[in-house]
């Protein structure tokens, strides 16, 4: 059973930076993607970064120039530096790792961590 353990959340300060990590039980280059979540209270969850096997990154809309997602592959870690946080990046996030179990078919599979509460407020 692959294990997602995400860490680094916390109450910060408008315009303030903090820098979540998730710690992958097997290799995170062995994910053919990664990303991570957020789920705010009463909203969807949506995808707030994500990098490929490749190393191709995308950003939603909403945090493009002040989000930053990595890999470490030495700690076998995955992060997400957030700079410049809003009151609306309040929010759950979630470490995601993703298996292709058919090419043929597309079919995949989510890995999910736990969550970790992040809250920016004054």
């Known amino acids: 059973q692959v294990q997602l353990v995400e860490s680094g959340g916390g109450l910060v300060q408008p315009g303030g930076s903090l820098t979540l990590s998730c710690a992958a039980s097997?290799?995170?280059?062995?994910?053919?993607?990664m990303g991570w979540y957020r789920q705010a209270p009463g909203k969807r969850r949506e995808l707030v970064a994500g990098?490929?096997?490749?190393?191709?990154?995308n950003y939603t809309d909403s945090v493009k120039g002040r989000f930053t997602i990595s890999r470490d592959n030495a700690k076998n870690t995955l992060n997400l530096q957030m700079n410049s946080l809003k009151a609306e990046d309040t929010a759950v996030y979630y470490c995601?790792?993703?298996?292709?179990?058919?090419?043929?078919?597309?079919?995949?599979?989510?890995?999910w961590g736990q969550g970790t509460q992040v809250t920016v407020s004054s």
């Open positions: 990098i490929t096997v490749d190393d191709i990154t």
């Open positions: 097997r290799s995170i280059g062995s994910f053919h993607a």
């Open positions: 995601n790792g993703r298996d292709i179990l058919d090419i043929t078919t597309g079919a995949e599979y989510d890995y």
